[in-house]
Structures are given as C-alpha cells and as structure tokens.
C-alpha cells in the first residue's frame, strides 16, 4: 500500500525558511514523478514544483523559483521541500504527490496518482 506522509509545516515570519519532508512507503521515489502542490483557502491547488526522473530534470512555478528547492534522501526514501525567503502568499497546505515516472515532469493535479495528506505553512508576523 503506497502511502506518503508530509511534515514540517508550521508557522513562520515572513523572509523566513522552512523544509517540508515527504515520506514515502510502499514505493521507492527513484522510479517516480514528485510533486509538491499547495493550496490556500479559497483557492484551486497549484503545483509548485515537478521533479522528474531520470534526467533529473525539475520544474518550478514562477513565484518560487529562485526560493524553493528539492532534494532527496533515498536511503529514507524521503524528498524535501526547502522553502526560504517565504512571504504571506506561500501561506497554504502543502502536499507531496507521485506517480510512476515516464521521463516527463508533471504539473496538472490530475497527472498524480497518490498524494499525501499535507502540511500547513502559514507566513506571517
């Protein structure tokens, strides 16, 4: 049974840094597509960014490019989400996503096929 679990969320000033961690069984993310979503209240969730397998390759959403960042334990078969310089607008729950990796970074909600059950950050002073 693949499961993920999100932690790390919290509350934060604004300029401030967070990292969120995804923990993943039932699966092993080397073989998988990751994405981290957010949604704030009252609003559609956006993918914030897409990592994809094989290449590497990752695709960050405009507003957090430049601030947020990816990495992966695979021993703990754990990625991170490492957010600095967060302002009040990355006030949102945040959730980790997966679905088996076909070369291609993933940006639509619908494109995942598991998803963990979030974290909140909340931005504020």
């Known amino acids: 049974q693949v499961q993920l679990v999100e932690s790390g969320g919290g509350l934060v000033q604004p300029g401030g840094s967070l990292r969120l961690s995804c923990a993943a069984s039932?699966?092993?993310?080397?073989?998988?597509?990751i994405g981290w979503f957010r949604q704030a209240p009252g609003k559609a969730r956006e993918g914030v960014l897409s990592?994809?397998?094989?290449?590497?390759?990752?695709y960050f959403m405009d507003a957090v490019r430049g601030r947020f960042t990816i990495s992966r334990d695979d021993p703990e078969n754990t990625v991170y989400l490492q957010m600095n310089s967060l302002n009040t607008e990355d006030s949102a729950v945040y959730f980790c996503?997966?679905?088996?990796?076909?070369?291609?970074?993933?940006?639509?909600?619908?494109?995942?096929?598991?998803w963990g059950r979030g974290t909140p950050v909340t931005v504020s002073s």
């Open positions: 039932g699966l092993h993310f080397g073989q998988y597509v």
């Open positions: 996503a997966t679905v088996v990796a076909d070369g291609l970074i993933k940006f639509r909600k619908e494109d995942y096929d598991y």
């Open positions: 990592f994809s397998e094989p290449n590497g390759s990752t």
